[in-house]
């Protein structure tokens, strides 16, 4: 049986390092990004499987829509939410028209895309939903000093981990796998298009991104952090997630009451 997989974002960096390693272990696919040419580059290259193109904005709510009508409706076997965008600056700077491009590319297409493809996997018992985050889901503790505020990215990036955290656990037993990908700083054109230039700092390649969620997807990681070198630091995190979780009681905390 054949296997397709959708990726968004397809069109450069970690969203075409998926595509290409797909068609490379025999997908078909239904690559999804903003720039038809670029998609109908990567089809004209790769005969060897069935590409299908969607230009498709994932802004809007017309490109979620067309998106998601796809993933109802076709058998995917994997789906990979990778589109991404920034617009890194300080909330009461970043203009509403572009926190909302941020929430609706990173929050709400991933969400509805995944809602609309989870019913077809789990009846037919088999497939993978794959959710790209980024290193900056884990930084809102960070003093200003460390790490310039990034507040809806980083927001956005938080919420995706916790998302394929929980839907994770929701279908276990199902032969649907959720991974969430938090990869660090990245080779790609993504911070070129927010005018950073990024040439001095070392930075993982997407190919070394999608061998890090491939593999992780076979020792079984929901949370796959491909730059970590010691895997129990995430451990830690969510471990320390859970004791806050279950620590807390109907009556007010001792800290909190009149002296």
């Given amino acids: 049986m054949s296997k397709l997989a959708l990726v968004t974002g397809a069109t450069s960096g970690i969203g075409r390092a998926y595509a290409e390693r797909l068609a490379a272990d025999g997908y078909d696919l239904v690559l999804v990004g903003r720039r038809r040419e670029r998609l109908e580059e990567f089809a004209a290259a790769h005969p060897e499987v069935r590409v299908r193109t969607v230009a498709a904005d994932l802004s809007t709510a017309a490109g979620i829509d067309a998106v998601a009508g796809i993933c109802a409706t076709e ?40 809602r609309a493809v989870v019913p077809g996997m ?7 939903i794959i959710n790209v985050a980024g290193m ?20 956005s990036l938080a919420y995706l981990v ?25 080779a790609t054109e993504f911070h070129e298009r927010q005018g950073l230039d990024m040439s001095r700092v070392p930075r993982m390649t997407a190919e070394d991104v999608v061998t890090a969620s491939l593999r992780g997807l076979e020792l ?40």
């Fill in 75 to 114: 058998p995917l076997t994997m789906l990979v939410n990778n589109a991404g965008v920034a617009h890194y600056m300080p909330l009461a700077e970043l203009p509403a028209e572009k926190a909302t491009e941020i929430v609706n590319v990173k929050v709400l297409a991933p969400t509805l895309l995944t």
């Fill in 122 to 128: 789990q009846e037919r018992g088999e497939g993978t």
């Fill in 136 to 155: 900056i889901a884990f930084s809102g503790p960070a003093p200003h000093s460390q790490m310039p505020r990034r507040v809806v990215y980083g927001g």
């Fill in 162 to 186: 916790t998302m394929s955290q929980t839907l994770s656990a929701e279908l276990e037993g199902t032969g649907v796998t959720v991974q969430v990908v938090c990869p660090g700083v990245v």
């Fill in 220 to 259: 079984g990681e929901t949370v796959c952090a491909p730059g970590v070198e010691d895997a129990g630091l995430l451990d830690a995190v969510f471990q320390a997630d859970l004791a806050a979780f279950g620590a807390q009681r109907p009556e007010l905390a001792t800290r909190y009451r009149a002296a």
